[in-house]
């Protein structure tokens, strides 16, 4: 036996009391470490980030209007769109205040001569349902773009009744003039679906000022002016177009 094996024995036998209780002692702190990192929940790993389901339901604050608001309110946000075919469009764009540009204005007392005839156009009628009268107006359809350049330039008449429709194949704002136009008119902003998004009434003649509704139309139909005043026609009503 070595020295140094030889002075571990004698311990050993010296002292076996405390080397018992060191050895308790040693036993209990390892177990417990043990313990404590077999009781840790495992480490989550990482994975790529969860979608919500295509009809799972995103809470949306809905803001009401302000007073004093000339739009009843933009699209409101989402968080994920929603692709149910069956979900319902945010409010529309609507001028709800009519803009008054003239103050009973009168057709012109001289009008340019036409330097060419006017186009053939389709008629249509458009009817509005949700005043308390349902008129209806028969009305000549400008599809193109020279039909839409031209518009009611050079008429010296338009009837109650009557009036002419510009059409485009989308939605935006739209701004009209009066050049060479020698009636007064009603402007009124429809958009796709066919709700009155503004109207600008009573514009006088012969002039050049640019008269704007800033929601998107994709229709504008001009009548006599005072026609919707006389009908009770407002912004937010929607209209008919029938062939």
């Known amino acids: 036996m070595s020295r140094n094996a030889h002075t571990v024995f004698l311990a050993l036998c010296m002292y076996p009391s405390r080397l018992l209780l060191l050895g308790v002692a040693l036993g209990s702190i390892f177990g417990c470490d043990e313990h404590r990192t077999s009781s840790r929940p495992p480490t989550p790993q990482s994975t790529a ?3 919500p389901s295509p009809h799972e ?3 949306v604050k809905d803001e009401a209007l302000k007073p004093g608001s000339t739009t009843r309110g933009a699209p409101r946000p989402s ?11 945010g409010p529309r764009c609507v001028i709800e205040r009519v803009v008054r540009a003239g103050n009973h204005p009168k057709p012109a007392s001289e009008c ?10 389709r008629h249509q009628t458009v009817r509005f349902p949700d005043s308390k009268s349902q008129p209806s107006v028969d009305v000549e ?14 008429r010296t008449q338009l009837e109650d009744g009557q009036g002419m429709l510009f059409v485009w194949d989308h939605e935006a704002p739209r701004s009209f ?11 009124l902003f429809i958009d796709a679906q066919h709700t009155i998004v503004g109207i600008i009434e009573q514009v006088p003649t012969m002039n050049e000022a640019s008269r704007r509704i800033p929601c998107p139309a994709r229709y504008v139909l001009e009548v006599p ?3 919707t005043r006389a009908h ?3 912004p937010g009503h929607s209209v008919q177009i029938v062939q």
């Open 49 to 51: 980030a969860s979608e």
């Open 57 to 59: 339901s995103v809470p």
């Open 79 to 89: 968080a994920v769109p929603s692709l149910s075919p069956s979900a319902s469009p």
């Open 141 to 154: 359809v400008c599809e193109s773009k020279s039909a839409r350049t031209r518009g009611l330039m050079y």
């Open 112 to 121: 340019p001569e036409a330097p060419t005839v006017p186009p053939n156009l």
């Open 177 to 187: 003039w009066m050049r060479n136009t020698c009636i007064p008119l009603d402007m």
């Open 225 to 227: 002016s005072g026609w």
């Open 232 to 234: 009770r026609v407002q």
